[in-house]
């Protein structure tokens, strides 16, 4: 009974939103279908703020079965909310609402994409129900990142109280 619960304690904390664990920030230029990107910096993309379209991608093959990698390398599960971005640093979390019925979720950036203009932001199918948009396919947000990076490599803007001294 003991091992029981513990089986489930472990399948529970297992079963997070979001991966994590990637250590630092990737921000190396690269080059897609014959585009070069070059991704922000920290700074700028903790006051990155934009307005555009988001579609949804999958990355499973085999009816689910087999399950894709992100450009950092992380398993992409079905119950994750993550998303890619073509020059966000990776990975970050962000702040996505839809502009046709305000409903909002938090995504973890840790992919590249999406590579067809006039696309801001690709988002996992679980993230797009949440969003209300799966449907459909399409939708206009807005995004706004919250923090940059996982773990001893968070930032995020902090706030500066009394006159930006504290």
Request: glycine content about 12%; some cysteine; overall charge positive.
């Amino acid at each position: 009974m003991k091992y029981a619960a513990l089986l489930l304690a472990v399948v529970l904390m297992a079963s997070c939103a979001y991966p994590g664990g990637y250590s630092g920030y990737q921000q190396r230029p690269y080059t897609c279908r014959g585009v070069a990107y070059s991704p922000m910096g920290i700074r700028d993309a903790l006051h990155y703020k934009e307005t555009g379209v988001a579609s949804w991608y999958d990355e499973s093959s085999w009816f689910g079965l087999k399950r894709g990698t992100t450009s950092l390398g992380e398993k992409v599960m079905p119950w994750h909310l993550i998303g890619a971005h073509k020059t966000l640093p990776l990975p970050c979390m962000v702040k996505v609402t839809n502009l046709n019925n305000g409903n909002s979720v938090k995504v973890r950036i840790n992919d590249r994409g999406p590579f067809i203009d006039g696309r801001l932001l690709d988002v996992s199918p679980r993230a797009a129900r949440k969003l209300g948009f799966r449907e459909k396919g399409l939708t206009n947000v807005q995004m706004e990142v919250l923090s940059v990076g996982d773990g001893s490599y968070k930032k995020t803007l902090g706030h500066k109280w009394f006159f930006g001294l504290i």
